[in-house]
């Protein structure tokens, strides 16, 4: 059974940070592209960074460039999501999703629904305020 699994979520200030973790079974991670998409309260989904499975290719989204880093550790099946210099209209679910319909694209590309991609996380709640 494929699980994926983020943590790392939380309530920061404007200009903090936050890493996030996906932890990944079920699946040979070390051979997948995975993705990192969040939701903002009201809003739809929203792509927001690739990675490939040796970690060559690291693709994001203009809104989060320069300030979020993607990585993975795949002897240990994670992947990362390291934030930076947070801002409110960061607020957001954020999901570690993988196996893209369609197949592999690194980005950028609109997440219509979640039937864009076969597995979801349950998503990390991550709140910036002050």
């Known amino acids: 059974e494929v699980q994926l699994v983020e943590s790392g979520g939380g309530l920061v200030q404007p200009g903090g940070s936050l890493r996030l973790s996906c932890a990944a079974a079920?699946?040979?991670?070390?051979?997948?592209?995975m993705y990192w998409v969040r939701q903002a309260p009201g809003k739809g989904l929203e792509w927001i960074s690739t990675?490939?499975?040796?970690?060559?290719?690291?693709v994001y989204a203009d809104s989060v460039k320069g300030r979020f880093t993607i990585s993975r550790d795949n002897p240990k099946n994670t992947m990362y999501l390291q934030m930076n210099s947070l801002k409110p209209e960061d607020t957001a679910v954020y999901y570690c999703?993988?196996?893209?319909?369609?197949?592999?694209?690194?980005?950028?590309?609109?997440?219509?629904?979640?039937?864009?991609?076969?597995?979801w996380g349950r998503g990390t709640q991550v709140t910036v305020s002050s």
């Open positions: 990675i490939s499975p040796s970690s060559s290719t690291l």
């Open positions: 079920g699946f040979t991670f070390s051979s997948d592209w």
């Open positions: 999703v993988r196996d893209r319909r369609g197949g592999v694209t690194f980005g950028p590309f609109r997440v219509s629904s979640r039937a864009d991609f076969n597995y």
